[in-house]
């Protein structure tokens, strides 16, 4: 799938666009970018979430606010209720309207302190999430008169909300990194359809159109880390979800994320979540 500019839909009698998202199967790797703030609840899924450099894990109720034209995706592992669909709320707003409220209404400048931080794209603790849940959910069913206030409303909540974390290294520069992007953009995408199997460096340079020296150079520039790193927390994010939601023995799951030697798998996925593939199995399934 070529990554995009996305073009969000609009509705002539409103300054938001919306859109209430449900899918049968998974949360498809949809790397994107767009002009607008983002707002989205992620509902009944499970997997990894990736704003700027930033690849993190997710689960039910996850409400993250991306700032504008910070590239991202949710891609999911697993349904929570695997007869319900995986569902993602998102509210899209445009910085200058978002800027002008936040300016000319002195009660909103917490909601303008709120936006300035998103840059970097910020993910809300579970209690936010869950305080506003409801509203998210009102907001697809109201007016237009009254999804604007909604969406006041749950952005002075979030406003208040306690350490949200910020998620990107960096917020993103528009100068000159265009032509990067794009490159970033088919690197990754090949890397999340194949990072189950051996990804070579020269394959992945042929696919930037560089040097394998310039793709380690592009690499690091958009995700602060190596194609090693990023392969490595596609698999352990991959290997979780399967160790939580599946019976299947920790040798089977090793192959199937990409480790040819157990040992590896279980050293690897140590460093990575602090227990052994068993230890996390049965620490989850007892929280």
Not at 140 to 166: C, K, V, W
Not at 280 to 286: D, L, V, W
């Amino acid at each position: 799938m070529k990554p995009f500019l996305e073009t969000l839909p609009r509705q002539p009698d409103s300054s938001l666009a919306m859109l209430n998202r449900r899918l049968e199967t998974a949360i498809p790797f949809e790397w994107h970018h767009h002009p607008e703030y983002e707002l989205t609840l992620t509902l009944n899924s499970r997997g990894q979430r990736f704003i700027g450099d930033h690849v993190g894990d997710y689960d039910d109720e996850d409400l993250v606010l991306v700032g504008p034209n910070l590239p991202h995706t949710w891609a999911s592992h697993q349904a929570i209720d695997g007869t319900l669909p995986h569902v993602a709320l998102v509210i899209w707003f445009h910085p200058e309207w978002a800027g002008s409220v936040a300016r000319d209404f002195v009660e909103f400048r917490s909601i303008g302190n709120l936006l300035a931080r998103a840059g970097r794209g910020l993910s809300f603790p579970p209690e936010a999430a869950a305080a506003v849940r409801s509203r998210f959910e009102l907001f697809f069913d109201q007016s237009a008169a009254e999804r604007l206030l909604t969406l006041m409303n749950i952005l002075d909540h979030l406003s208040g909300a306690p350490n949200p974390q910020p998620l990107a290294s960096a917020p993103v520069s528009l100068d000159g990194v265009f032509e990067s992007r794009e490159r970033i953009d088919r690197v990754l995408t090949h890397v999340h359809a194949q990072y189950t199997k051996a990804i070579t460096l020269p394959e992945l340079a042929d696919v930037a159109a560089l040097s394998v020296s310039g793709l380690h150079r592009l690499f690091r520039k958009h995700t602060q880390g190596t194609v090693s790193d990023y392969v490595r927390a596609l698999r352990i994010g991959d290997a979780a979800a399967r160790l939580s939601s599946t019976n299947q023995p920790v040798a089977h799951i090793a192959a199937a994320v990409g480790y040819g030697a157990l040992a590896n798998f279980n050293r690897q996925f140590k460093a990575a979540k602090g227990m052994t593939p068993r230890d996390y199995r049965a620490h989850f399934r007892q929280g």
